[in-house]
């Protein structure tokens, strides 16, 4: 088993920038992928970013916060971050960390194992 605890949501105005992060605990010794989902009030649950946790690190973005956002993760490989430059208001949303064994497809929440509570991010406009 592993638990994700997010942190870092808040309140921003348009152009600022949040950091989140999601410590896991658990079973984090095998290899893993690490995903950011958020999900607007009314809307599906939609793929932000991901990560290969243990071995290479390669990132994944949607098109929609590609150049924006930045998905990184520590050196003892528990904590994955997301920083968020150059907010938006379209980018409010409650914001969830995933995880899942290496291999699957990484933008599809069905595929992720593990959740995270959300965290609430708002872009005033």
């Known amino acids: 088993q592993v638990q994700l605890v997010e942190s870092g949501g808040g309140l921003v105005q348009a152009g600022g920038s949040l950091r989140l992060s999601c410590a896991a605990s658990?079973?984090?010794?095998?290899?893993?992928?690490m995903g950011w989902f958020r999900q607007a009030p009314g809307k599906e649950r939609e793929f932000v970013a991901a990560?290969?946790?243990?071995?290479?690190?390669?990132?994944y973005y949607a098109d929609a916060v590609k150049g924006r956002f930045t998905i990184s993760r520590d050196n003892a490989k528990t904590t994955v971050y997301l920083q968020m430059n150059s907010l938006k208001p379209e980018d409010t949303a409650v914001y969830y960390c995933?995880?899942?064994?290496?291999?699957?497809?990484?933008?599809?929440?069905?595929?992720?194992?593990?959740w995270g509570q959300g965290t609430q991010v708002t872009v005033s406009s």
């Open positions: 658990g079973r984090t010794s095998s290899n893993y992928a």
């Open positions: 990560i290969i946790v243990w071995s290479h690190g390669s990132t």
């Open positions: 995933a995880g899942q064994p290496v291999g699957r497809a990484y933008r599809v929440p069905d595929e992720y194992d593990y």
